[in-house]
């Protein structure tokens, strides 16, 4: 696992300060062996001599979905830096991508597990939103795309904070905490944020809150993402898990977002589970349990699908995986 | 490379990576696991193939075979595809939410 070189992806909508923010974030760090991909055109170009560009270019592989869906350009790109990689004395430490502002996160994590060859020498290792606190409203409303982007990610950074009020700022806080309870938030100004965004966080327990449903709720926006997560109270059975979740993706993959846990498999230290979509990253054995977290517990965030059933349908499978589920949390509608 | 017939395995899916990758494993450690734990796979499939006539069997210790009561079969590796193999074979996905079916596995 250590072997592999690292992925951050940086997703957020047009405009809402993606490049700004890896500029600076560029300039801080030691740049030196850090290959950067674009995938857009026409943009103040970052400044950075191993910036590469690269075209959209979709393969549809066979019966995929829309998170299935190959891009072979991102293919090449990465294939290209490998080559490199090989030849350079040091190599690469990490490779940025940065998505189009209309980008779906999944298909690009789809690409680099789906493939032979870079699933073997690169690990999606953090994904980065930036979230235009001032028009973030809109885009809850109209892009689907977004909410996603904000489903899959591992830290959100919220820009244009100077241009809002701090109720505003607070409101789109809580709107991004209600589609993804654990993420991590961030704040930058002009593109100025902590460094240590790039940096994977330690896994948290998603704090237990009951809140009451959401504001934007009552506004009478109509998204239909929900979050829902669970406990176990004894060691599961991975068999038995991993047959019902593999199930479930394979029946409602489209709709699960997001799909993340620590799971007490019976061994010394539990394994951290993570997907999006029929995705599912290979999971990842820890060496020990985690600071905050005691149980184990699973997170899912869903669309178009009743995050009860779930439950109801873990419960029916509780006797094959050998332990009970209990609710932790449960967020209505968004 | 599957050594018994031939096939190129290209990837693992995910759901047998249970254990931690060591560097080095004896021949013939985890095989006992291996196969309880490929057994149970096979018992859960059926009691939920069982509904829409499917059977599974486990084929030694290598791959599955998935059939339906005309006979009509798919030798498969792992997970990901039964699901796939099961959807062609009855026409249509099978739901884990749905609650005639979770009533039954309960009843079970």
């Known amino acids: 696992m250590s072997n592999k070189i690292p992925i951050t992806i940086v997703t957020g909508c047009l405009g809402s300060g993606k490049t700004t923010v890896l500029n600076y974030l560029l300039q801080q760090i030691d740049n030196r062996r850090i290959a950067v991909i674009v995938n857009e055109f026409g943009q103040a170009g970052l400044d950075h001599h191993l910036l590469r560009k690269s075209q959209e270019k979709i393969s549809l592989v066979n019966s995929g979905c829309m998170c299935c869906n190959s891009r072979e350009d991102l293919e090449e790109e990465l294939k290209e830096l490998l080559f490199q990689h090989e030849q350079l004395e040091e190599g690469y430490k990490r490779i940025i991508i940065e998505t189009t502002g209309l980008a779906d996160p999944a298909p690009i994590i789809f690409t680099i597990l789906h493939n032979p060859l870079l699933r073997n020498h690169f690990d999606v290792e953090l994904i980065l939103t930036t979230v235009d606190v001032e028009n973030a409203q809109l885009q809850f409303e109209n892009s689907p795309e977004f909410v996603k982007q904000i489903s899959v990610s591992d830290h959100v950074i919220l820009t244009k904070n100077d241009l809002v009020t701090a109720q505003q700022k607070e409101k789109v806080i809580q709107q991004v905490k209600s589609i993804h309870p654990s993420i991590t938030i961030f704040e930058g100004n002009n593109g100025v944020v902590d460094v240590n965004v790039l940096q994977k966080l330690k896994v948290d327990e998603p704090f237990y809150k009951q809140r009451p449903p959401s504001s934007l709720n009552e506004a009478g926006v109509s998204s239909q993402v929900q979050s829902i997560s669970f406990h176990f109270s004894d060691a599961l059975d991975w068999t038995a898990f991993t047959l019902w979740l593999s199930l479930l993706l394979h029946t409602h993959g489209e709709n699960v977002l997001r799909v993340k846990g620590i799971l007490d498999v019976g061994e010394v230290a539990p394994v951290n589970l993570n997907g999006v979509q029929h995705i599912i990253h290979p999971p990842e054995h820890l060496d020990k349990w985690p600071v905050n977290v005691s149980q184990s517990f699973l997170v899912f965030i869903v669309r178009y699908i009743d995050p009860w059933d779930i439950l109801r349908s873990l419960e029916a499978f509780q006797h094959y995986i050998g332990s009970d589920v209990q609710l932790m949390e449960y967020q209505e509608s968004i | ?108």
């Not at chain 2, 004896?26 to 859960?44: D, F, M, P, W």
Request: glycine share 6%; charged share 30%.
């Open chain 2, 1 to 108: 490379m599957c050594i018994l017939c031939g096939e190129f395995v290209e990837q693992i899916h995910w759901t047998d990576m249970e254990r931690k990758q060591l560097d080095t494993v004896v021949a013939g450690q985890h095989q006992r696991e291996r196969k309880r734990s490929r057994n149970l796979r096979t018992k859960i499939c059926n009691d939920l193939l069982e509904s829409y006539g499917l059977t599974l069997k486990e084929w030694n210790n290598s791959k599955f075979i998935i059939m339906n009561k005309k006979g009509k079969m798919a030798v498969i590796q792992d997970l990901g595809q039964i699901w796939k193999h099961a959807e062609e074979l009855i026409g249509h996905p099978i739901d884990p939410l749905d609650p005639l079916l979770l009533q039954k596995l309960k009843s079970s």
